[in-house]
């Protein structure tokens, strides 16, 4: 059986050469035969964030892809595809996971409301609301959380509160007659500048 120490080692070595799934895998075995070592945990927690992050910037990168192919009159209000939602369910999940592991974890209820936030604004609200408002019972007068609930809980007039650029209507992009350029505004990532906190 391998030392949990060599086994953070191991894992770190990966994640520095951008290796997720192995790290994962290697911190997952390390658990197994350590179940009670708190760097483990903590490395395990670290990771699983970091996925749902780079998930939950998928499913926006699959959004804007899917938009930026339409004529800017149709973007507004196009449902996303089954693939966009579906990343953004695997980013909620990963997220919520570590909260269950740890309640008082900030980076993960600050990414958790962003991704419920980011894939449906009008229905996920009350939830990612509801998943900041937990997380300052557990870290009260934490400032990164007091700065997304305000985000989350105004109204934003830049983008009708959407929460997608207003000017290319989340696609990233102006199409004209012979190249489409980065919106301006956004600078080609298609979410509002003002409001979003993913």
């Given amino acids: 059986m391998a ?7 191991a894992a770190r070595k990966q994640l520095a050469a951008g290796r997720f799934e192995e790290a994962t895998a290697t911190v997952e075995a390390g658990l197994a035969a350590h179940p009670e070592d708190e ?18 910037s998928e499913a926006s990168r699959l959004r804007r892809e899917e938009l930026s192919d339409l004529p800017l009159e149709e973007r507004d209000g196009h ?11 695997e980013a909620i999940d990963l997220l919520q996971g570590v909260l269950d592991d740890d309640p008082a974890h900030a980076k993960a209820h600050i990414m958790l409301a962003g991704a419920l936030f980011a894939k449906d ?16 019972e557990h870290l009260p007068g934490n400032e990164d959380l007091t700065t997304a609930l305000s985000r989350l809980q105004t ?3 830049h983008c009708d ?7 290319c ?26 409001c979003g906190i993913l």
């Fill in 121 to 136: 604004r009008e229905g996920e609200a009350e939830r990612a609301i509801g998943v900041l408002k937990d997380a300052l």
């Fill in 3 to 9: 030392d949990a120490q060599d086994i953070l080692t």
């Fill in 39 to 56: 760097e483990l945990q903590e490395l395990s927690r670290s990771i699983r964030v970091a996925l749902g992050i780079l998930k939950a």
């Fill in 79 to 89: 449902p996303d595809s089954e693939g966009t939602l579906e990343a953004f369910d």
């Fill in 161 to 167: 509160d959407t929460g997608l650029c207003r000017t």
């Fill in 155 to 157: 109204t934003c007039e």
């Fill in 169 to 194: 209507f989340g696609g990233g992009n102006l199409p004209s007659r012979l190249l489409a350029r980065a919106c301006p505004d956004c600078y080609g990532k298609g979410t509002c500048s003002h």
